[in-house]
């Protein structure tokens, strides 16, 4: 696996829940199989060595790391300060974390984000609060910083002018690269944010290697990203576009089993797996299923088939649960792995198969790369970021009631 053209990379967040705890326990298809897929025990044509954790869920085990069976010269592995956790509640801001959740990342992390405070969800309307406790928090990573973890300002903002104040005020922090949250399925900040970085020529500085966008699941956003790369390459950066999500893995908590994707609806096509037993109808319709195959679209369905089959997911037993995890996944990499062959192929073939405005998009990101005048470029497409921000219809998965 781990397939490139450009520099581009994709961090699977599956750390927490049911996959995680798979994952620490080293749940074995058949008893022989490990689930550990970025593992060298995994075989090699599927296996996938990047992955992210969060301090969110883990940061009180100090040895995650070997916990998860990573090796330094094996695998890259992205730390996640765990802010998006403390602006939805799940965690209550208290000072001491900053020194916790950096220590953590530290012991546990390649390349990681400051500790930053979204000015989302329980948070919102709060910008100048988020704004000051980030602010220590920076200083604190950046006067501690060991040089063993690649850390990564974060810019955060509510709106065009937000972004430019919190970027002036970090922007002098010695870090190495950046990460924008809060962005996810709008458009218009992630291209107000991008435009500030550009601005500012962070892309031109050889001190930065990656510019990380938090929790990307739809096709859309990583036909923007991989333009985003694409272009940067155009001009001779040295930043890697990279982007984490936990979809494939949350989508089996819904049943959701992928089966296809749509470029032109910018989606992806899904089934329900059945987890109703109690109904009436469930255990004849369940025993029938058992009998068949499971539909496969990829080569590491052909393989994983011996591992798991259609009787282990009906029984949504630990073999089952951690194939549609694993299908998910790969299907969610094949699907990359095709927009990066689209974006860096013809772009006449290109437009052809993607909804016209983000054709736009992906022609705005290009230019406001490349020239002298990112902001020039921004303001002149601000009402078409601000139209594709207000559309609803880009779910990431289109459910096929499948059995009626």
Request: aromatic content about 14%; glycine content about 6%; charged content about 30%.
């Amino acid at each position: 696996m781990n397939k490139k053209i450009g520099k581009f990379k994709y961090f699977p967040s599956f750390s927490a829940g049911e996959f995680g705890h798979g994952l620490l326990k080293n749940h074995k298809f058949k008893d022989e199989l490990t689930c550990r897929f970025y593992t060298e025990e995994f075989p090699e044509e599927f296996r996938y060595t990047d992955f992210l954790i969060t301090a969110g869920a883990h940061r009180t085990r100090k040895d995650f790391y070997n916990e998860l069976g990573f090796k330094r010269d094996t695998n890259l592995i992205m730390g996640d300060s765990g802010g998006y956790q403390i602006a939805s509640g799940a965690i209550k801001w208290k000072p001491e974390l900053k020194t916790q959740v950096f220590e953590w990342l530290e012991n546990n992390s390649d390349i990681a984000m400051n500790l930053d405070i979204p000015p989302r969800l329980k948070y919102t309307g709060k910008f100048r609060e988020c704004f000051d406790i980030s602010m220590e928090n920076f200083k604190y990573f950046n006067e501690n910083q060991s040089g063993r973890t690649k850390f990564l300002n974060v810019l955060q903002g509510e709106d065009d002018t937000t972004y430019q104040e919190w970027y002036n005020a970090v922007k002098g922090f010695d870090f190495q690269g950046w990460s924008i949250g809060g962005t996810a399925g709008d458009i218009f900040r992630f291209m107000a944010s991008v435009c500030t970085l550009l601005e500012g020529r962070e892309h031109e500085k050889k001190s930065n290697e990656y510019l990380h966008i938090l929790g990307t699941s739809r096709i859309q956003d990583f036909f923007m990203l991989l333009q985003l790369q694409k272009s940067l390459e155009d001009v001779g950066s040295n930043l890697v576009i990279t982007t984490d999500s936990s979809t494939p893995d949350r989508a089996v908590v819904f049943g959701l089993y992928y089966t296809s994707f749509s470029f032109k609806d910018a989606r992806f096509e899904a089934f329900n797996m059945p987890r109703e037993k109690h109904l009436p109808e469930m255990p004849q319709m369940l025993d029938e299923l058992k009998t068949q195959n499971l539909i496969g679209v990829n080569d590491f369905d052909r393989f994983i088939e011996k591992w798991a089959d259609m009787r282990d997911v009906c029984d949504w037993n630990w073999d089952g649960q951690f194939r549609m995890r694993l299908h998910n996944f790969y299907l969610f990499l094949d699907t990359i792995e095709l927009i990066e062959q689209s974006i860096y192929g013809i772009r006449h073939n290109l437009e052809q198969m993607i909804p016209k405005e983000l054709a736009q998009v992906l022609r705005s990101i290009d230019e406001m790369v490349k020239s002298d005048n990112p902001r020039k470029v921004f303001d002149r497409y601000k009402k078409l970021y601000n139209k594709v921000s207000n559309v609803k219809k880009s779910l990431v998965v289109k459910e096929n009631n499948f059995f009626g």
